[in-house]
């Protein structure tokens, strides 16, 4: 699947109009349904594959943050070959007790996704996890970023940043579709 019929398929799929209130506290009159495009198979597989491209050559983990960030990870890792490790938001009071669950990122040059970005706030906290457990960051990498000053907040961290798709380009896909940035986009 292409790049351009992909994000038609995402927005298809998780594209929606209305009025959400963002993980960021934020409202907003769109919102991408993360659990829509994780749930699909073939979507899922799409959107790894071009994940893994973007993977740097010395990639050693992926990891993602729970909860979108794991189906993710795992996806990637399948299609990359990379292992792959689980970010908690925060540590449970038992077994290994760490944030940082699955292949050790100790030591090693690591990659972080997460499904849909906003201003960046869980993944500044995903990487502030793994750096307290001697990952190496090479970059955070999303599906969806909402362009709402991730970039800066990343940047800010030393930590380069890319997104396989702006908010402001599934809108104009949306636009196109419909003919109206209003229209409400309804359950496939």
Do not use: N
């Amino acid at each position: 699947m292409g790049r351009e019929e992909l994000m038609q398929e995402l927005v298809r799929v998780a594209y929606r109009r209305g009025h959400f209130q963002l993980r960021s506290g934020q409202w907003s009159q769109e919102y991408v349904d993360k659990y829509q495009f994780e749930a699909r198979p073939a979507l899922l597989k799409a959107l790894a594959q071009m994940l893994a491209e973007h993977l740097p050559a010395l990639t050693e983990v992926v990891a993602g943050i729970e909860l979108g960030g794991v189906p993710l990870a795992v996806a990637v890792s399948l299609a990359s070959g990379v292992p792959c490790a689980f970010v908690r938001k925060q540590s449970k009071g038992y077994g290994t007790q760490r944030r940082s669950e699955g292949y050790p990122v100790e030591g090693r040059r690591v990659v972080l996704l997460e499904d849909v970005v906003t201003t960046g706030g869980q993944l500044c906290a995903g990487i502030e996890a793994l750096r307290q457990e001697g990952a190496h960051l090479l970059l955070a990498l999303c599906v969806v970023d909402r362009e709402q000053g991730a970039a800066e907040r990343l940047q800010e961290l030393g930590v380069p940043f890319r997104a396989l798709f702006r908010l402001s380009e599934l809108r104009a896909v949306a636009h196109a579709e419909t003919g109206s940035h209003t229209s409400w986009r309804k359950e496939p």
